[in-house]
């Protein structure tokens, strides 16, 4: 490895610190609890190698961090929402409260059935512990006095020239359209936000990839994406309505959860998905979203929902008569419209969605039905394969379900049972089991046919969609002594038909171990090792192709230490190994320190990470959740041979205004060119700088 560069950029990085450290600090609180947001994330990502959005993770756990629910009157929803807590502990909380009364204080949960130490500190940035106020009234003047309003405006670029953004001749421009961009390779990002507690909220939210064009050609009005909505909850009879863009969520997924969900993580007792009904969508991403309007109204225990979308999506034109659409091949996703030939599948065809869940609430069980129907403006025709002869084609389709959730003793059951227009069916059921207060297992089974169809579906599954697949999921906590937990599981999956990576019916296994040690509240560690191995197309010669194993195998050390209330750190190595079939092994490896300081003297707090990696190809990657600004999200893959780094600056300009800078910067050793396609550059480096400003009105 070439160690100039690196050495150039640690001198740089130590000499920052170093300016750092000879100014007081000032204090950790913000900081600490934005440490405690990204490790959460960090672990419920740690299950896809997909770079997803957040944000509605993030908005729910930074909600809570500057308004800690209150124990003693939060709800099974509001308990779900933290996203740590399992289904035992939850109900065993419920159940103290309603038998012993009020809590007391914030020690009494070491009282509660199922709580560790662990258990406790994780979730303390998010709770609190009051008396119930029933006088006080949630009234439409408060939420006009009170409300929290922000708006936040962010911009950022790769500084290094991308093929995309670079001189070119005009008779090459025009030789081929695509060739270049035809925006400027800004992205920029703008939001407003407000909200009264969580009764109401209102925002909208605007965005222009790299690339895509601003008041200009296709966006002459703006920004290539806008999006908007109004929420209201427990307003009378109506727990919830929402006018504009929402999410609906219900079940386990198999019909209806149309945003990112967790599947398999380190919390290995998590396997339940966490249905919330209507919820606003304030994200960038332009597709996992429903435009329209929804309600749900509460009589007794019935909560019956009922909502409609309409909203135009990209997709891949085949046929067009008198200049409308007729057929399509495939829907677009990614977003992107910087070029012609993605200018012309923009919004060109139709998506209306009509769909309502209807769920009892008992004390000891939850069942529900939910329904959706969905037509496009065009018929979706796909070239027959193999592998694609039973995915959904045509213009139209309807899921219905069932889904149930019930305790029994120390068993927790749920599942859901749900069927396509074309009579596939998807079944997924599954069970906890606390065996001991230090011992509790998980169960998931789940059987998808090749045919069921479910394009808003997003359930528990090893590939993207919930069809084709059947699997045994088995999970186990253990706090075995006194600062240790030990999780793990182990999943065993079939795919019964063909599918894109392999001709053939395959089947895979993927066991996942970690042991947690947390010595002092101060200082906290793991060790983890992953390892899975599936079947897949030996090569990419045209015709059927020989199946072959394929491993990927992690090992994953990493330590947090808090230094002082105003130096926090984080270490990680990691190592990954990769093979398919006979071919020799390929390796990699990861090394990284972070630094998390805040300053007295001056509202200023920085966090940087410097990071050496090597990899034989791009097969053993490593990827790595960096922290970035608010409500903006990274986990990169680190491949090849070189270093990264990264630095965070948050400045309080004023109490009610904040500036965050990002710049990061990765070296390549032994590559002259980076990507390809439009995003090349020439070069062994590409950097990037982010700006983002936050306004309290």
Request: glycine share 6%; aromatic share 14%; no cysteine.
């Amino acid at each position: 490895m070439d160690f100039k560069k690196p050495y150039t950029q640690l001198k740089t990085i130590l000499f920052f610190i170093l300016i750092l450290f000879s100014i007081d600090a000032f204090t950790q609180d913000v900081q600490e609890k934005k440490l405690v947001i990204e490790d959460l994330i960090e672990n419920i990502a740690s299950g896809t190698d997909i770079e997803l959005d957040y944000t509605s993770l993030y908005e729910d756990l930074n909600y809570f961090l500057n308004n800690p629910l209150n124990l003693n009157n939060a709800t099974t929803e509001d308990l779900e929402k933290l996203q740590i807590l399992n289904d035992f502990q939850i109900l065993s909380l419920l159940d103290y409260i309603k038998k012993n009364g009020e809590m007391l204080t914030i020690y009494e949960l070491q009282l509660v059935y199922g709580f560790s130490q662990q258990d406790i500190d994780l979730i303390l940035p998010f709770i609190t512990i009051a008396k119930t106020d029933q006088k006080k009234q949630n009234t439409f003047r408060n939420a006009l006095i009170y409300g929290n309003n922000q708006v936040f405006i962010r911009a950022q670029q790769v500084l290094e020239e991308q093929k995309g953004f670079s001189n070119i001749s005009d008779s090459a421009l025009t030789a081929n359209p695509n060739s270049r961009y035809l925006g400027n390779a800004t992205k920029l990002y703008t939001r407003y936000k407000y909200n009264y507690k969580n009764l109401m909220s209102f925002g909208f939210t605007a965005e222009k990839d790299a690339g895509e064009e601003f008041f200009e050609g296709s966006n002459s009005h703006g920004f290539d994406f806008y999006s908007a909505h109004l929420l209201l909850n427990e307003l009378g009879a109506f727990k919830t309505i929402v006018v504009g863009d929402f999410q609906a969520k219900f079940g386990q997924g198999l019909v209806l959860l149309s945003d990112l969900s967790s599947g398999k993580s380190s919390y290995v007792l998590n396997i339940r998905k966490r249905a919330q009904g209507l919820s606003k969508y304030s994200s960038a991403n332009e597709n996992e979203f429903m435009r329209g309007a929804g309600t749900t109204v509460r009589f007794k225990n019935f909560d019956i929902t009922a909502f409609a979308s309409y909203k135009n999506i990209d997709a891949n034109i085949t046929d067009s008569i008198d200049d409308e659409v007729a057929a399509i091949s495939a829907f677009q996703n990614s977003g992107l419209h910087s070029i012609p030939s993605e200018i012309i599948d923009e919004k060109s065809i139709s998506e209306q969605l009509i769909g309502g869940n209807i769920t009892y609430n008992h004390s000891k069980f939850k069942l529900g039905l939910t329904g959706l129907n969905y037509k496009y403006g065009a018929d979706l025709v796909k070239t027959t394969t193999p592998q694609s002869q039973f995915d959904f084609q045509g213009n139209q389709n309807s899921n219905i379900s069932i889904d149930y959730q019930f305790g029994l003793r120390d068993f927790s059951f749920f599942g859901e049972e749900a069927i396509s227009d074309n009579g596939g069916l998807a079944f997924l059921n599954g069970m906890l089991v606390s065996i001991a207060p230090q011992v509790s297992l998980s169960v998931l089974h789940r059987h998808y046919e090749k045919n069921y169809q479910s394009n808003y579906g997003n359930a528990f599954a090893e590939s993207s969609k919930a069809n084709n697949e059947s699997g045994l999921y088995f999970g186990i906590e253990v706090y075995p002594i006194k600062h240790w937990k030990i999780s793990a599981y182990y999943d065993t999956y079939k795919f019964p038909w063909l599918s894109n990576s392999a001709d053939a019916p395959s089947e895979g296994v993927d066991y996942f171990a970690q042991a947690d040690f947390n010595p002092i509240r101060s200082v906290s560690m793991y060790f983890r090792v992953k390892y899975e191995e599936k079947q897949v197309n030996q090569s990419t010669e045209e015709g059927l192709k020989e199946l072959v194993q394929e491993e990927s195998f992690k090992i994953r050390y990493h330590l947090s230490y808090n230094l002082s209330k105003q130096l926090s750190l984080k270490s990680r190595i990691e190592t990954s190994r990769y093979q398919k079939a006979e071919n020799n092994s390929e390796y990699g490896y990861l090394v990284y320190q972070d630094i998390f300081y805040s300053l007295i003297r001056i509202p200023l707090s920085i966090n940087l990470r410097y990071a050496v990696f090597d990899t034989d190809t791009y097969n053993a990657r490593i990827y790595a959740y960096e922290s970035d600004l608010l409500y903006a999200f990274s986990i990169p893959a680190y491949y090849s041979q070189g270093t990264r780094f990264y630095f965070n600056l948050k400045y309080s300009i004023t109490k009610n205004i904040d500036l965050w800078v990002r710049y990061s910067q990765s070296y390549y050793s032994n590559l002259n060119v980076i990507s390809s396609g439009l995003s090349e550059i020439q070069g062994n480096t590409k950097s990037e700088i982010k700006a983002q400003i936050r306004i309290k009105l």
